[in-house]
């Protein structure tokens, strides 16, 4: 999946390592995405930030784009992932394009586990420009919401630009505000098939405290009796 994202002015995009690999399969990659792949770096997600990059990443329609997929209500999930599926299986497709309609589908499944709380994205801890930020009033330090990539989680920081410590007290009305503040985006699964749990952690630096709510699954099987997705288990090929 990628991710595209505005911070400070300046376009960038973040690509999942496992897709560059996958594009290095299949591929003459550019020089770029060879030394990233070559690097030490182990990260879930790789950011680019130049221009030819960014558009590089753009024209490749098989790559899905996370922030779009969030759009998408659980009905309409369950449509595209059988689209995918379909583009997938098309007999017509030489192997190269079914390969990468093959791996898109297999990123959505990725998504719909990661929507019912089965799976983490690991997606990059930054926030997302396309949300406002909120600021605290009645607080000293001032504290800073904002929305991350991610849609479950929010990131709470200080005015000061000074980190958090285990001692810090944050007010609970602070956090009720954050919680409101994320409901707005986020598109849970049907009540049905679970409820909403909401855990709070400093992040590793103690930049930011994280306020993260995901879906917590109840049962096994979706409202149609479908067993739920655990990488090729339902939706199956």
């Not at 909120?134 to 607080?139: C, K, L, P, V």
């Not at 917590?216 to 090929?237: A, E, F, I, T």
Request: glycine share 2%; aromatic share 14%.
């Amino acid at each position: 999946m990628k991710v595209f994202n505005r911070e400070n002015g300046k376009e960038k995009v973040y690509v999942s390592r496992k897709d560059l690999v996958f594009l290095s399969q299949v591929y003459d990659i550019p020089q770029f995405i060879e030394e990233v792949l070559e690097s030490d770096d182990n990260s879930s997600y790789v950011e680019f930030s130049s221009l030819v990059e960014i558009e590089y990443f753009k024209v490749i329609r098989w790559l899905l784009d996370f922030k779009e997929l969030c759009k998408l209500s659980f009905d309409e999930l369950n449509l595209f992932i059988e689209e995918m599926k379909t583009k997938a299986n098309n007999t017509k497709l030489d192997m190269v394009s079914k390969s990468e309609w093959n791996h898109a589908y297999e990123d959505v499944l990725d998504f719909y586990n990661y929507r019912l709380g089965l799976l983490d994205l690991d997606l990059p801890l930054v926030p997302d420009d396309q949300y406002s930020h909120m600021e605290s009033a009645g607080y000293s330090p001032i504290y800073i919401i904002m929305q991350a990539i991610d849609p479950n989680i929010l990131m709470v920081c200080k005015d000061t630009g000074e980190k958090f410590s285990f001692f810090d007290n944050i007010p609970v009305s602070l956090m009720d505000s954050a919680i409101n503040m994320t409901s707005m985006r986020r598109k849970d699964p049907p009540i049905t098939l679970g409820n909403t749990v909401k855990t709070y952690r400093y992040s590793d630096d103690f930049q930011y405290y994280l306020i993260e709510t995901k879906f917590n699954l109840y049962q096994k099987r979706d409202n149609r009796g479908k067993s739920l997705v655990k990488k090729n288990d339902g939706h199956n090929m």
